[in-house]
């Protein structure tokens, strides 16, 4: 079972984000993030294992000398394949590529290896709004999507960690404590 570690924003742009996703859903594009407890989120890092105890501990420290910060999204995404995805694309900020790179480093002892996917310098920061698209219904997906009060300004508010098929939120922290 996948452990992600996530972070997540402030209510209003999670009420947002789930719009959308709603929006997909009922137009018959996607419903499998809608249909889901998954919360809005970006995430940072993906094990196959890991130690939950170890790191909840240490995203707890980390949450505590952290505040939350400002992040933008700014355009769609898609990744292409039998089954697409669509995704908000954020503006990519220092602040959170060092936040990506310093998550990484802290839980390096407490896992095997993260995804190659998002390892530092390969990751591509994207919030998902809807998975497994029929190719046929991309340009649907776009189109439905339009309707995103571009750009959504998010404060990233928390970090936590998700394990999934089916997502199960094991814990998060408030940044600044």
């Not at 809005?40 to 890092?45: E, G, V």
């Not at 390096?108 to 390892?119: L, P």
């Not at 919030?127 to 009060?149: G, K, N, T, Y």
């Not at 990233?156 to 997502?167: D, L, N």
């Amino acid at each position: 079972m996948p452990f992600a570690v996530q972070l997540f924003f402030d209510s209003i742009s999670e009420a947002t984000i789930h719009n959308a996703r709603m929006e997909l859903a009922g137009d018959s594009v996607s419903s499998s993030l809608h249909a889901s407890t998954a919360r809005p989120s970006l995430t940072l890092a993906l094990y196959d294992d890991l130690d939950p105890v170890i790191c909840a501990g240490r995203l707890k420290v980390f949450a505590e000398m952290f505040s939350p910060f400002a992040l933008t999204f700014s355009s769609l995404g898609i990744f292409p394949g039998k089954q697409a995805v669509i995704y908000l694309a954020p503006i990519v900020t220092q602040k959170l590529l060092d936040t990506q790179a310093y998550i990484h480093q802290l839980l390096k002892d407490s896992s095997a290896s993260s995804s190659t996917q998002y390892v530092p310098g390969y990751w591509l920061p994207h919030c998902p709004l809807a998975l497994d698209i029929a190719p046929a219904l991309i340009a649907r997906a776009i189109e439905v999507s339009q309707s995103i009060p571009f750009p959504v300004h998010c404060r990233v508010e928390e970090i936590g960690v998700v394990t999934y098929q089916p997502v199960k939120h094991l814990y998060s922290f408030h940044l600044g404590g």
